[in-house]
């Protein structure tokens, strides 16, 4: 389960359902102007929600029997079917886990919450980057000069602090979903939070208190103190001398640990420990970990491609171009790790586990508002932040350690295949007046695209929120429905009328639809199978044969991994396949325009992520000329 679903999970950020949070450009009064601990998400006082309901089993069924349907010839159909109902039948294996189920959602606020942390994240042993850590790729930026770099990131990095002052003092209005208030404990995890690598799992460390941020030059670590004496933010101006003051600091060879994060988890928690051994790296990788979050201040990646600048730019960002690139000018452990490059490329890396997408990407929207409004003081009165060098002492193995993760990851970097595009014939109020669904509308046709290029369909992952709940997070939209299969089907091989055509498109938004009613109302079926799955091994009970069917295998065989992740500036989430033969696929469905980003691994012979984009923006096209044809000939 977790090598599937890792990658799938990725955050999401609706902005419809999240309240406007506003940052001022104006210099920091109040609100921001002192440092305070980071709150708990008890501290904050938000909307009690309800517990994490637990579904129906014959509903979770008959939902599992609907969608695999669709991925399986007759003959395997008819065995995967027989086995879920074997495993649903009065006084079976089904029925006896379901009633534990029961028992612990009746007793537990969120009786999911650990399970998937655990196999959805800690528990997953490839590395972070590409695999679980997405990107936010920012709006280009043009640097005339070094100074123009640093002060950019500067203001990013008090636009951070800012928002992070606005959390911690509990000010954060609520978010809503519609008239439904969601679960606003994700926010206080942004900050000061570091994934720590185990040998078997991994865990989260989060610092109560702290008062620095971690600027990331040439692969060395600094420590950069970013509050003033008497607590409070210190000023753009200030932050760009300590930036100024880092790039100067120092020019030997670097260590190169950042390249660790990079790792396998269990063989950089084999790494971690050996660090740890030595007081000088456990106090710098302490300063590290307990950091706010970190800056990496990029150089110019040297990349001999034809690839566009915004898929660079996602790449650069997801995972720095290899180890003579940015890779090494990292730690993608950090929950945020904000990016600067002196060519203007900028934008953030996170660490997936603590929270999803919407904290950050409204994170995101907000500092570069902050930073494309913000004038830096242009006076003498400024001062230079406490900076230092973190240094480490590595013994011949940690040396040797590094040399393999700059291969392995130069290997990683070169699998990648990245097509960063913005779709520009239509955007999300073309499909909202075609009085369709546009997440439905744009689900239906990454699916259909992937039929058009491979001849059949593929199980499909798109998150869902289920902040709706106490301690919610998500819930999978199985997106391959048969409605869906059906209407590109007809539309790809079958000679119909527009009406037709429209019809089965309708019945395919309305499906997807009602799927999504399902999953964001905690009625959808994949957390629930891995509840009972998980009962059945902590209770020590055979793994029932339905978790062993290869129908159940393939359904959950996400080669599509899909998200929106909607921002209102012009940016798009990336992150790479979860699986070796699928795609992700990221979209920010913008008034005009749909800004996307689809990956593939280049070991995999039959996927290619520019033939899948292009197949994508043909299917969006077909599919509006379906609409309007149907709409115009009823006139
Ligand atoms: N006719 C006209 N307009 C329609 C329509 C129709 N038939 N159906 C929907 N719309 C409108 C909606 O009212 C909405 O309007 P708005 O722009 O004014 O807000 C807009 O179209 C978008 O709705 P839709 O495209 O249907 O999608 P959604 O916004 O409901 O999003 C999900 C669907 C699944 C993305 C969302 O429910 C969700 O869960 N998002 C969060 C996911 C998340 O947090 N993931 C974290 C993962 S790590």
Same mark, same amino acid.
């Given at each position: ?23 001022? !450009? ?87 919450? @650990? ?47 800012? #928002? ?108 971690? @420990? ?49 180890? @003579? ?45 902050? !930073? ?53 014939? +239509? ?5 909202? %007046? ?15 695209? +992937? ?23 998500? @819930? ?13 089907? $007809? ?44 009962? %059945? ?5 055979? $793994? ?30 990336? #992150? ?10 990221? #979209? ?48």
């Amino acid at each position: 389960m977790a090598n599937t679903t890792a990658g799938a999970v990725r955050g999401l950020s609706q902005k419809f359902i999240c309240s406007k949070h506003v940052l001022s !450009a104006s210099p920091g009064v109040g609100l921001y102007s002192s440092r305070t601990k980071s709150m708990s998400a008890k501290a904050l006082q938000y909307a009690k929600l309800p517990s994490l309901p637990v579904p129906k089993l014959n509903q979770t069924l008959e939902q599992y029997i609907r969608t695999v349907k669709p991925l399986l010839t007759k003959d395997e159909f008819a065995v995967t079917e027989q086995v879920a109902k074997n495993f649903g039948a009065p006084g079976g294996v089904g029925e006896k886990l379901q009633l534990m189920l029961e028992e612990k959602g009746a007793k537990e606020p969120n009786w999911l919450s @650990e399970w998937w942390l655990d196999s959805a994240y800690l528990s997953y042993r490839l590395p972070v980057l590409v695999h679980s850590n997405p990107a936010l790729v920012f709006p280009k930026q043009n640097f005339l000069s070094k100074k123009e770099h640093l002060a950019y990131a500067a203001k990013l990095i008090v636009g951070a602090l800012r #928002y992070k002052a606005i959390i911690d003092s509990g000010k954060l209005e609520q978010d809503y979903l519609g008239k439904s208030p969601l679960d606003m404990s994700q926010y206080t995890k942004v900050f000061n939070g570091c994934r720590i690598p185990g040998l078997k799992t991994d865990t989260i460390r989060h610092a109560l208190d702290s008062n620095h941020v971690i600027v990331i030059h040439n692969n060395q670590f600094y420590k950069v103190v970013v509050y003033g004496e008497n607590g409070q933010i210190l000023d753009d101006r200030d932050i760009l001398n300590g930036l100024t003051c880092v790039t100067q600091k120092y020019n030997g060879p670097s260590a190169g640990v950042g390249f660790l994060t990079t790792e396998c988890r269990n063989v950089w928690g084999i790494a971690h @420990e050996e660090l740890n051994k030595d007081p000088v790296n456990r106090a710098s990788l302490q300063a590290i970990e307990d950091s706010i979050f970190v800056m990496c201040l990029d150089k110019s990646s040297k990349i001999e491609d034809n690839a566009t600048v915004s898929t660079r730019m996602a790449l650069q960002l997801l995972h720095g171009y290899g180890a @003579e690139n940015n890779s090494g000018n990292r730690w993608f452990d950090k929950t945020l790790q904000l990016i600067v490059s002196e060519d203007g490329v900028n934008g953030l890396c996170y660490e997936h586990s603590p929270t999803e997408g919407p904290p950050i990407a409204n994170l995101a929207d907000l500092i570069v508002n902050y !930073a494309q409004e913000k004038t830096l003081r242009d006076d003498e009165r400024h001062l230079t932040p406490h900076c230092e060098r973190l240094t480490f002492n590595l013994t011949s193995a940690l040396d040797e350690a590094v040399m393999l993760a700059k291969r392995n990851v130069d290997q990683l970097v070169q699998d990648v295949q990245m097509n960063s595009f913005s779709f520009d014939k +239509f955007g999300k109020e073309d499909i909202k %007046a075609l009085k369709l669904s546009p997440d439905s509308f744009i689900q239906i046709a990454i699916q259909m695209a +992937f039929i058009r290029l491979h001849g059949h369909p593929a199980a499909h992952y798109e998150s869902a929120s289920t902040r709706r709940f106490h301690g919610g997070r998500t @819930e999978t939209i199985r997106s391959c429905l048969p409605e869906i299969v059906n209407f590109a089907n $007809i539309h790809l091989k079958q000679n119909l009328s527009p009406q037709e055509k429209f019809k089965a498109l309708q019945s395919a938004v309305n499906a997807h639809k009602g799927y999504v009613g399902m999953a964001i109302n905690g009625q959808a079926i994949d957390r629930h199978l891995l509840g009972l799955k998980r009962l %059945a091994i902590e209770g020590g009970i055979d $793994i029932p044969s339905l978790f062993l069917d290869p129908g159940y295998s393939t359904s959950n065989n996400w080669r599509l991994s899909t998200s929106q992740v909607a921002a209102v500036n012009d940016m798009v989430m990336c #992150y790479g396949p979860v699986t070796p033969d699928g795609y992700g696929c990221c #979209y920010n469905p913008r008034r005009d325009e749909i800004n996307f980003a689809v990956s593939a691994f280049n070991s995999n012979p039959t996927t290619c992520a520019e033939k899948f984009g292009e197949a994508l923006k043909k299917c969006l096209e077909e599919m509006r000329d379906v609409a309007t044809s149907s709409i115009l000939s009823s006139l």
